[in-house]
């Protein structure tokens, strides 16, 4: 790895939706600047970023990759991204390691959904943004009009440092809007009328410059420089620069302008904490060490790779450091520089340096190196699933471990192993996400894998109050059996106020409440006078939530239930742990069951950018889901994106819906919303088809 100042790297990650071409211009900027000798291409399968071969296969980028290379004497370390929200964890792991998010934007195609998620995305890691109109040599691309979308979309910030000498088959370049020299024909948009509100936006960030350029005294070309940097990191300022990395044209350009006004390690702010206490980070190689892994990869041929930013102090082969996913100090493995699929091993890492550690199991993706803590790494929820078989018996033990490494690797791929059914339920991104990975566990482990219809995590709930009891008595000669436990079962909506909700009007024999958030189920002891010993207590509680975790009525998790234990009774030596537990289950079932019981299901929100002529045809397929649309936003060109809201369940396959109603143009982004109860009638259906089930299992 070249030694190189700290202020002289620039770490940046490319973003945007797919078919932007962001693979295709890094693997431009390799060539043009002699990282790589022969130019390499995504279409004939010699890219250096897409080089699994999924990603050859398909044409499009699956992993955040790594690459770099020198220019200007800045040391570029460069992460390629997915396009499609498929793959959108990817992105948000590349966006931690960096300093700059470059947004690549389709001329043709514009802002399109993954477009403004990554640009929020980036906003919310603090990042500074930098705006790239790639194929400009398209036949359709319209740069004036994609240019005030851009400004309506994101604000006036936005604002072109250069702009294109002509469009689609004449776009021959690019003039700069910060030189008023600079010869002005065939521009699209005349450069002279940018050049005064670029410049005004820049002299934002100094009061006293912008004082004097208010007085008609322009700043020098070293001011705007370094403002240029400050208002980029700031947000403040958002370049916006055209290209075609198909022509190689603009992309000099492009670079020459990332040496001059991308942000250092040393011009972004960032804070760490210790001991309770926010302390800010200096990217000074003797500092304290402050690292993080932000992305993990399982290579076939090195095994694990930890891809690590290191923001403070250094890293060493065999050094012992803390890690915050290891009780104990750990020893780093070999350390690597990475170029897509190729590594050297270096002697250290220091401020601002990208690298991958080897076969450290210790590592996770999120995992601090050092003392102090960072932010963790967040992601969205997953909600597609699948229950998976191996085609082949003899591969049962193998797929639990090819999963784990899935795991291991992709934060937004989750496995868990149902108790009932002994299956293993994957939850992914969408279909294409878990095609995917099916892919992957063909190549990868030779392991071929058989898959249920999506299983959709459902809720079970109570809509009234009840009470009961249960007495569990065995006796089968020696030391039997008993137990009898009395509660009373509320419904509990969420976002209850636990602290006021408990309180001696509502309940006027409390001891005790345990609050469980994540299923938002309360437990309360309301015993009186020793009935069930508190020894009992936890196994009582104990069999509560097992019962929930099993269902009452079809076979999903219970929530938003409170249980109050009011009343039981013991035996002196037949009473047992084990008998109130069970006890404590089947009270729980048979209470449940008589408060008028129901199905919960998630509800999603749902971004759709189709073309105008399809909105209609939108909103008619909302309907027939059971969806509600709550409007529609104009995007770019003539495209449009609604907003809805609908039943996960019946949008599981909706992609290719909306590929065949669109012919392809159609893109759109999912997210958990919220539970709502299920119509009676699906509600009814799901219910038989787990009793039906249930009789077969028996």
Request: glycine share 8%.
């Amino acid at each position: 790895m070249a030694k190189v100042k700290v202020e002289d790297i620039r770490n940046m990650a490319l973003v945007g939706h797919g078919s932007a071409g962001k693979t295709s211009l890094i693997d431009r900027m390799l060539f043009r600047t002699g990282a790589v000798s022969v130019a390499p291409s995504v279409d004939a399968g010699t890219s250096i970023c897409d080089f699994d071969p999924e990603e050859k296969q398909h044409k499009y980028s699956i992993e955040a990759k790594l690459t770099h290379f020198m220019h200007g004497g800045k040391r570029f370390n460069v992460l390629d991204t997915p396009g499609y929200p498929d793959f959108i964890g990817q992105a948000i792991c590349a966006l931690r390691g960096v300093d700059l998010a470059v947004i690549v934007i389709n001329a043709h195609t514009g802002i399109a959904v993954n477009t403004r998620r990554v640009y929020k995305e980036a906003e919310k890691a603090g990042l500074g943004r930098l705006i790239v109109i790639n194929k400009m040599d398209d036949e359709n691309a319209d740069y004036g009009a994609l240019v005030k979308s851009i400004q309506e979309l994101w604000g006036n910030s936005c604002v072109p440092v250069n702009v294109p000498i002509g469009q689609g088959h004449d776009f021959k370049g690019v003039i700069s809007t910060l030189d008023e020299t600079a010869n002005t024909t065939g521009a699209v948009i005349d450069p002279r009328e940018i050049h005064n509100s670029l410049v005004e936006s820049i002299v934002q960030t100094d009061d006293a410059i912008l004082e004097k350029f208010l007085n008609g005294q322009m700043p020098t070309t070293e001011e705007l420089d370094r403002l240029m940097v400050k208002g980029v990191v700031a947000g403040s300022v958002v370049p916006i620069l055209a290209c075609s990395s198909r022509q190689d044209c603009g992309v000099q350009e492009l670079l020459d302008f990332l040496v001059a006004h991308a942000p250092s390690p040393i011009d972004v702010a960032r804070t760490a904490t210790k001991d309770g206490q926010e302390v800010p980070i200096v990217p000074d190689p003797k500092g304290p060490l402050v690292a993080q892994v932000f992305r993990t990869r399982i290579d076939p041929f090195v095994q694990k790779l930890s891809f690590v930013r290191v923001f403070s102090g250094h890293l060493k082969r065999d050094e012992l450091v803390h890690a915050s996913t290891s009780r104990k100090s750990i020893k780093l493995g070999p350390i690597l520089e990475v170029q897509g699929n190729e590594t050297h091993p270096v002697e250290e890492a220091g401020p601002g340096d990208l690298v991958a550690i080897a076969k450290m199991e210790d590592l996770h993706t999120g995992t601090v190196l050092g003392d102090y803590s960072l932010p963790p790494l967040e992601f969205p929820h997953p909600m597609v699933g699948l229950a998976v078989m191996p085609k082949s018996r003899n591969d049962e033990t193998k797929l639990s471990g090819a999963l784990h490494k899935v795991v291991e690797e992709d934060p937004t791929f989750k496995l868990e192993h149902d108790s009932q059914t002994h299956e293993h339920v994957v939850t992914g991104m969408s279909e294409l996400h878990l095609a995917i990975i099916r892919e992957r566990l063909h190549r990868r482990e030779k392991l071929d894998v058989e898959t249920k219809p999506p299983k959709i995590p459902f809720r079970e709930t109570i809509q009234t109050s009840a009470e009961g009891m249960y007495r569990h008595k065995k006796q089968s000669g020696g030391r039997g059996q008993f137990g009898e436990v009395h509660i009373r079962m509320f419904p509990l909506p969420r976002g209850t106020d636990i602290a006021a909700y408990c309180n001696k009007e509502r309940f006027p024999h409390l001891k005790e409440y345990h609050y469980d958030e994540a299923n938002n189920f309360l437990w309360v002891n309301s015993i009186v006078g020793g009935v069930i010993p508190g020894n009992f207590l936890p196994a009582v509680e104990k069999g509560f939530k097992e019962r929930m975790a099993r269902g009452v009525i079809a076979g999903y998790q219970v929530q938003n239930v409170c249980v109050d234990v009011h009343f039981g009774k013991y035996h002196d030596v037949d009473s047992s742990e084990a008998a109130f537990k069970t006890a404590g289950s089947m009270c729980f079932r048979n209470v449940f069951q008589q408060a008028k019981p129901g199905l919960l299901e998630p509800i999603v929100k749902m971004s759709i950018t189709v073309p105008e002529a399809h909105v209609g045809d939108v909103y008619s397929d909302m309907s027939g889901r059971g969806g509600r649309v709550q409007g529609a936003d104009a995007a770019v060109g003539a495209f449009q994106t609604v907003q809805a809201e609908a039943p996960l369940r019946e949008v599981t396959t909706y992609a290719r819906t909306l590929s065949s109603m669109t012919g392809g143009q159609g893109s759109f982004t999912m997210e958990i919303s919220h539970y709502d109860v299920m119509p009676p009638l699906v509600q009814q259906e799901i219910m038989s088809a787990a009793k039906m089930h249930e009789e077969e299992e028996e």
